[in-house]
């Protein structure tokens, strides 16, 4: 796409750009009439400090004086560090991993457009069970990808038999959130299986297999103890990127990785394109402190809790003002229904939510028309004190 047609893009875009605009809209408003009196849901910047554990291997990483300690290491990061997220995923995903499978990458976004510059080839599809991370068009957009978004089921589990129906040759992946960003929907095991069957067959009818391609930043954030599925234990051509992003607080840290399944038919290929990838696009490896602390407390304890008391919070809160949502089975957004009354027009819902000093994501660039996005991951305190502003928009509404 020329650079006019990006400028062009980046000013009509619904998505993640809609989101930032609302951030910074809080950011004026809290300017103006008090931090306690905004109550911004937009952004998902987690809250939560990061665990001590993560701490103290920051301090002791930083007080290192060991020649070249900032220095290159191999684009796809230091061994130690890719053994440590081996290791990670092995414990995640219920299947030995060794460190040849890992590309250190910045962040779960640097990571996804790495492996997605390595898989796509012009016009190629990428199929996304809809509602989806808004970012999502643009990363695959980057490379000359198609997104193709096909619809859930009612309760936002993944619809296997729509999946079936729209793939084609063309299909490069199926991209997976779970948790969801914005529903906070955990897919079960049983659909993971019933989809890579699926995707086993399609690759036997038409000889292209699809990678499954899951992404987890949020997968140690579930309630009620529900746990996230492997899908390396189910589909060969598997890959895993993430980053610690939300479930250690470090979304300015930008660390992060790709981690292939080792049973993929392609494996070597795979990962030597992603170490390509990461340095052609400019990123030329993950930042070296960082590396190093991960790899130090990637399994740091951290209590989520708090989140869950605070989903909880709202739930009550948007039950009593009579605002519809689902309820999420981790991370830490609200997906919620436009009232009636805006014959499902989420951009205006949302604008007349900021009259009341409340602002929340429009559905329409997760590609859920009709609904709105709350992330919860604020103080408790801001949570509680929205109480009075979600009750008197929708009163002002009937």
């Known amino acids: 796409m020329p650079v006019a047609g990006y400028i062009k893009e980046s000013m009509t875009s619904k998505g993640a750009g809609v989101i930032r605009k609302m951030f910074e809209e809080g950011l004026r408003l809290k300017k103006q009439y008090g931090d306690d009196k905004v109550f911004?849901?937009?952004?998902?910047?987690p809250d939560l400090d990061p665990p001590v554990q993560v701490h103290e291997a920051i301090v002791q990483a930083a007080s290192k004086t060991d020649k070249n300690y900032h220095g290159y290491m191999p684009n796809a990061g230091y061994p130690f560090a890719r053994q440590a997220m081996a290791d990670k995923t092995a414990a995640e995903q219920g299947v030995s991993v060794t460190g040849d499978c890992v590309?250190?990458?910045?962040?779960?976004?640097?990571?996804?457009?790495?492996?997605?510059?390595?898989?796509?080839?012009?016009?190629?599809?990428?199929?996304?069970?809809?509602?989806?991370?808004?970012?999502y068009r643009h990363y695959v957009h980057n490379y000359g990808g198609n997104l193709i978004e096909v619809p859930t089921k009612s309760d936002f589990s993944i619809d296997v038999d729509a999946i079936k129906q729209s793939l084609t040759p063309k299909t490069a992946a199926v991209l997976i959130n779970s948790p969801n960003n914005p529903t906070g929907r955990i897919y079960s095991q049983a659909e993971i299986h019933e989809l890579a069957q699926v995707l086993y067959a399609h690759a036997e009818s038409c000889g292209r297999m699809p990678y499954l391609i899951c992404d987890e930043p949020y997968r140690a954030i579930a309630y009620d103890g529900r746990k996230v599925a492997s899908a390396f234990s189910e589909y060969s051509s598997s890959?895993?990127?993430?980053?610690?992003?939300k479930n250690l607080s470090l979304p300015g840290e930008r660390i992060g990785y790709i981690c292939v399944n080792p049973a993929c038919p392609d494996k070597d290929e795979l990962v030597a394109a992603c170490i390509f990838t990461t340095r052609i696009l400019g990123y030329v490896n993950a930042p070296a402190l960082f590396q190093r602390v991960v790899a130090q407390s990637w399994n740091a304890p951290a209590d989520y809790s708090l989140y869950k008391k605070r989903r909880d919070e709202l739930v009550a809160i948007l039950d009593e003002a009579g605002i519809e949502h689902a309820s999420p089975d981790g991370a830490f957004y609200m997906w919620c229904k436009v009232p009636d009354s805006f014959n499902g027009d989420d951009m205006a819902f949302t604008d007349y939510l900021k009259k009341y000093l409340i602002l929340a994501a429009p559905g329409t660039g997760f590609g859920g028309k009709g609904w709105f996005r709350l992330a919860y991951c604020v103080s408790e305190k801001s949570i509680l004190d929205s109480k009075a502003a979600f009750i008197k928009a929708m009163s002002d509404i009937k």
């Open 239 to 245: 890959v895993v990127v993430t980053s610690f992003a």
């Open 40 to 45: 911004d849901f937009s952004l998902g910047n």
């Open 103 to 135: 590309v250190m990458a910045v962040g779960a976004a640097g990571a996804l457009n790495c492996l997605l510059k390595a898989i796509l080839n012009e016009n190629d599809d990428v199929i996304v069970p809809s509602p989806f991370f808004a970012e």
